[in-house]
Each structure stands twice: as C-alpha cells, then as structure tokens.
C-alpha cells in the first residue's frame, strides 16, 4: 500500500481500451486517440511508436484523507480489473496555481469540509472503482491522473457523480480537465 | 511560488561545489563524487557524461505546513545563491513504509506537533537557506531532497539543526539518509 505504482497511458491508434468519446472539459486539449494502453512503469514518448500521447503517473500516498476516511476508503472500494467492468474513464487533471500556493490546511478544508470530495464519492464505491496517480512532481503536463472503471449498465451512475463533483468548490480551481471515455477492447 | 521548479544534483569529477564529505547516516550508501552540479531541469544518466550520480527532484507546494507556518517561514527565509553562502549540504532521504502508509493527518501530527519539524528549524532562518525537492511520485531512489546554504562560520550552527531534528520522532522513519558536505567552488 506504501510503494508507489508508477504507470503509463498511451493514447495511440491500438490498445486495450476504445475510446468513445474525448471531451476537453476545461483548458487546453489533447490529441485525438482511438485507444488506450494502460502500461505499468512510466514509459518515454520514444519508446512507443506512434503514439498520440504518453501520459504518466504514479500511485503514491494519501494527500488529504484522515485516518477515519482511509479506513472508510478501503472498507469500500473495489479493485480494478474486474471482469464486468467493460467501461472506463481516464480523466487528467490540472489544478491552477491559486490552489498550488496555498497551503495544506486550505487546501483541505476545500478538498473536504467545502467540497465533500470524499463524501460525495463515498456512495459511489465499490460500484465505480477508481485509482488517483499523481504526476505534478514529475512535470508532467497534468498533476493528476484519474482513472475510472465500471459496467456499461452503471454510467448514468457515474455521471452523477462527475456532475457533483464538477459543482464543487474544489473543481473552480480547474485549469485543465480532459474526459475520455473508454470501452474495453473484448 | 506555485510553478514547479524542476533540478538535478549530478555528482562526478568536476562542478560547482566540491564535495568535503559524503557520510551514510542511514540505509545505502550513494558512490562517491568529487564534486556536484546543480542544474535546472530534470537530466537523465545518459545526458550526463561521466556522473557517478543524478539525483533528479522538483520545488513544488507546501505539504504540512499550515498558513501561519508558512507566512512565518516566508517572512523569516533567505533565497539561495548568496555571494557568503560558501556552504553547501545535499541531504537525500527516503522515508519508510510506515511513514507512506500513514494518512495524512497522522503525517503531519508527527512531522509538527510531535516532532516540531518548522518549530526547530525557525530559528536556523534565514542564516540557513534551505530548499526542499520532492521525488518519491518520480519513482526516483530517494523521496526528498534537502538542500541548504550557509557561510563557512555557521557550520556547528547548522550542525546543531541536524541534530535536534534526527532526534526527532519524524527521523524514526527515516530509512536512508546520505549527508554530502559541499564547499563553492571559487
């Protein structure tokens, strides 16, 4: 649970995920990718013929949850991988540097105690699975990487849950969201 | 203050510090180097001819400190690059898995409220600069790196820093810690 994941997306023109639709939320957009290989390790531009794009992340700690909302986390959420969930959502994401100059106990408060970040997600696991992989250090183009999986019949369920956190106070300190919705290559 | 700041320490035969002393506090030891260069950017090994070592890391936010911490830590700090600064120490660190697998709150308790972490080092402002690079999201072999300037004449002051904060709580989770004495080269 300590050691970091580092990880890789690939968007180019094979892979194990379709994509459906790419919608730039907010910012800058992102080249047109007909799929999406999700890679372990954070592999280099020059080692992928042809792709579209790399971006790379790692799974790392905990930023803002409290030992009670880890523990509530964990008792929850699902792991990936499960075999009905045939669709998936990767959606990077750059907070503005409002947000970066702050410290960590602002932060927090709009994370959680103004935003509900956590308790807004929380009803949704273990039906959507989810893993967060940070990349801000690395001076990747996003600071976060958001990874989504579920069963095509539960994606109204998940969209209500991006329209919630999308009116939070935390997402007004969004620079650049690019939404890419996938279906898993059968 | 909130863009990233990418830096690399490549240590090898030639730079601009010279190395006086590398001393294995704890954990793996790092090769021996002459000296060390600090540069802009994250290198690569194989961008750097003859390095015995690069130690890639980024300046990025505020991971513990509270808004007062930092308006006390702004007010008082000095910036690197001062012409008596003819001082140097590289401090690598890796923390271990109990730390990472704590959640945030239990972190900061013990990095302030525990072990005084800002409290100690206020009173080393701004005699000591210091600078404070994150690596541990880049998959790199050390999670943070520490790096501080002084003259010559303060060195048992900034000694006695390092001492107060090893005997820190926070420095029980201390897995490897290389500390690398450094003199400018004229």
């Known amino acids: 649970m300590s050691a970091i994941i580092p990880n890789s997306f690939v968007g180019g023109d094979k892979g194990q995920w379709r994509v ?17 290989t999700v890679a372990e390790g954070h592999l280099s531009k020059e080692n992928t013929t042809e792709a579209a794009w790399v971006l790379r992340g790692s799974k790392t700690h905990a930023r803002y949850s409290t030992r009670v909302e880890v523990e509530q986390l964990n008792a ?3 792991p990936l991988g499960r075999v009905e969930a045939d669709c998936a959502r990767l959606i990077p994401i750059c907070k503005n540097s409002e ?3 702050m410290p960590q106990d602002e932060r927090r408060k709009i994370f959680e105690e103004e935003s509900g970040h956590t308790a807004i997600s929380m ?12 990349a801000r250090e690395m001076g990747e183009p996003f600071d976060f990487l958001t990874w ?4 095509k019949e539960n994606e109204s369920f998940f969209e209500e ?9 935390e997402w007004q300190f ?6 890419i919705h996938l279906e898993k290559v059968s």
């Open 76 to 78: 929850r959420q699902a």
């Open 148 to 151: 989504f999986e579920y069963s």
């Open 123 to 134: 009803p949704y696991l273990p039906t959507i699975a989810r893993r967060l992989f940070h």
């Open 99 to 101: 947000w970066w100059s």
């Open 161 to 169: 849950l991006l329209l919630k956190l999308r009116s939070s106070r």
């Open 20 to 36: 459906t639709k790419m919608h730039t939320v907010v910012g800058d957009s992102l080249p047109y990718a007909s799929y999406v």
């Open 174 to 179: 969004i620079s650049r969201e690019i939404d």
